[in-house]
């Protein structure tokens, strides 16, 4: 057969559902190819939106999420969202067409070198420079890009190479498991937590990609010890949980904060230290941390480890629950009383433009439990982060390892694609929006009916509001936007602007209801980031 047939082979081999990508002239036999397969190729209007996609469908899935580009300024663009996958630790296959290898040593049109342009940013870039390799290079692109920490991989495709004839087959799928966890390294944490007075866990992302929240709440529960989850791990213990004390995160002091500095024993559990740096978790150096992962921590001078449990995460916290004695109760329960009371404060507020904290509690009312948000980045995603309640692991998507804007728009594309059945809405700023904003074209095409709420500000908020902290004053931040209704309605989607507060839970519910794309153009009062930072800055521990 054709090369690219075979490369086509493997990826469903590999389960691969959807290709996200734009062709070019240089991968025409992929192209043609996937036409007698089941995989389904979904066309989208720009390469980063490509990325985006296959990065939040890997990150749903677990199955490395498959993007395609063309040569030269399709990889290009490709970069950003393969980055954020790979900091993120999401897993991602980056495919790109190249030149034929005739004339890949001179100067040559569109021609760069993709596989060292790709290197930093992925755990793995490979040239198919002979057809017989094709098996090989596939299967470890996607073995890589699964195994812990998951990433992204990166596979050039010379296109003289494609139309080669082949024979050869791919390679068995295999999954191998994790490690157990060393037993004298499980007794020695056991022993550190049962005689900690105040222990605390900080659980991350690592364990929505381990599957480990069901076990990750067993312990706290057995042991009483309070959980805060990165801003990443939203879900992994549900918030209702007696344990739950919300995420932590904020570059800046917060009620969890003080829960670090008074806990004797920290125990990180599935934590990616690229989140949430640990000098501003522990800035004293002087706490026991205990590592409980697949992989071992990163070295990092505030990060030292008393003890470190590598192995499968499962496994690792039901062993260490068995041992450890519990403890009476926890003394952090206020920490997450003053959040709920922050959370509800704003619930009936009727000011104009929208305050966050009212935006995020009309957007949880009228969504259920298993439904998905994805997040842009921006001042609304710190919101969002420290106040959106979640039940659920992943149905709350933000990037926080790369935390690139333009993400939220692709990104619910694909998260409505993984869960058909499930309402997905982007929550963006309008700076981030208008980044990728041109995939509304591929939701309106391919009828996937997401919702996009846009908080509008007329401003790169995140970056006003820490100019005004620390210079108070903005520098450069504040642009125009076009009317987002009619920006809308020339996609063929429906637009809605919020003119009063009252109105935003019916809109919500209509533009959930409606079986298209709706943009929903919601003015925010960030007025409130400011008495956020003044509030959080005077903060009086409450336990
Ligand atoms: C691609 C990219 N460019 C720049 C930044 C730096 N940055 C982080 S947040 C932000 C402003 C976001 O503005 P907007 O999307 O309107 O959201 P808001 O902060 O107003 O909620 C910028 C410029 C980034 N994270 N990613």
């Known amino acids: 057969m054709k090369a690219a047939e075979l490369f086509v082979r493997c990826l469903e081999n590999e389960g691969v559902e959807y290709v996200f990508g734009i062709p070019g002239e240089e991968n025409l036999d992929v192209m043609d190819a996937l036409l007698d397969s089941p995989i389904q190729f979904i066309t989208v209007r720009h390469e980063q939106g490509a990325a985006f996609m296959a990065d939040v469908y890997g990150r749903l899935t677990e199955r490395a999420g498959v993007c395609l580009s063309t040569l030269g300024p399709g990889a290009t663009n490709l970069?950003?969202?393969?980055?954020?996958?790979?900091?993120?630790?999401?897993?991602?296959?980056?495919?790109?067409g190249q030149a034929g290898t005739n004339r890949l040593h001179k100067e040559s049109h569109q021609v760069l070198e993709l596989t060292k342009l790709f290197q930093p940013v992925t755990k793995y870039a490979a040239s198919l420079l002979e057809p017989e390799i094709i098996p090989e290079v596939v299967r470890k692109a996607f073995k890589v890009a699964q195994t812990e920490?998951?990433?992204?991989?990166?596979?050039?495709?010379?296109?003289?190479?494609a139309g080669m004839v082949v024979d050869a087959q791919p390679l068995r799928v295999s999954h191998p498991p994790d490690p157990e966890p060393p037993a004298a390294k499980v007794e020695e944490a056991a022993r550190l937590i049962s005689a900690a007075s105040n222990p605390v866990i900080l659980a991350g992302n690592g364990v929505v990609r381990s599957g480990a929240w069901k076990q990750l709440a067993s312990f706290a529960d057995k042991l009483?010890?309070?959980?805060?989850?990165?801003?990443?791990?939203?879900?992994?213990?549900?918030?209702?949980?007696?344990?739950?004390?919300?995420?932590?995160?904020?570059?800046?002091?917060?009620?969890i904060s003080c829960g670090f500095s008074k806990a004797d024993v920290i125990i990180c559990v599935g934590y990616d230290l690229v989140e949430y740096h640990p000098y501003l978790w522990h800035p004293t150096r002087d706490r026991t941390i205990i590592h409980i992962d697949r992989s071992p921590a990163e070295v990092d001078a505030h990060y030292p480890v008393a003890v470190g449990v590598s192995g499968d995460l499962k496994h690792s916290l039901e062993r260490i629950a068995a041992l450890a004695n519990p403890h009476e109760g926890h003394h952090m329960r206020p920490l997450r009383e003053r959040l709920v009371e922050e959370m509800d404060q704003h619930r009936d507020d009727t000011g104009f433009p929208v305050k966050p904290q009212k935006i995020i509690w009309d957007l949880r009312t009228v969504l259920d439990l298993e439904d998905i948000v994805v997040c842009d980045v921006g001042a609304h995603k710190m919101w969002m982060a420290r106040m959106f309640r979640c039940e659920h692991p992943n149905t709350c998507i933000i990037s926080n390892g790369f935390a690139s804007m333009g993400i939220a728009v692709p990104g619910a594309i694909a998260a409505k694609l993984a869960n058909p059945q499930r309402h997905v809405v982007a929550v963006t700023g309008d700076a981030g929006?208008?980044?990728?904003?041109?995939?509304?074209?591929?939701?309106?095409?391919?009828?996937?009916?997401?919702?996009?709420?846009?908080?509008?500000?007329?401003s790169y908020g995140l970056i006003e509001w820490k100019q005004l902290n620390e210079f108070k004053r903005s520098s450069n931040v504040h642009f125009g936007n076009p009317d987002f209704v009619q920006y809308a309605e020339a996609f063929g989607a429906k637009g809605f602007r919020v003119e009063k507060t009252e109105d935003l839970p019916h809109i919500l519910q209509e533009a959930?209801?409606?079986?298209t794309v709706s943009i929903i153009d919601c003015p925010v009062d960030y007025r409130e980031n400011i008495k956020l930072t003044e509030q959080l800055g005077t903060l009086v521990c409450p336990i």
């Open 79 to 96: 970069i950003t969202g393969v980055a954020d996958a790979n900091l993120d630790h999401a897993p991602l296959v980056a495919i790109a």
């Open 149 to 161: 920490k998951t990433g992204a991989t990166f596979i050039e495709f010379p296109e003289n190479v």
């Open 224 to 255: 009483n010890i309070p959980v805060a989850n990165t801003f990443m791990a939203k879900g992994v213990i549900p918030f209702r949980h007696r344990c739950a004390l919300g995420s932590a995160g904020l570059q800046a002091n917060d009620y």
């Open 433 to 458: 929006f208008m980044m990728n904003s041109q995939e509304i074209e591929t939701a309106v095409r391919y009828q996937l009916p997401i919702v996009i709420l846009i908080w509008h500000d007329g």
């Open 512 to 515: 959930l209801a409606s079986n």
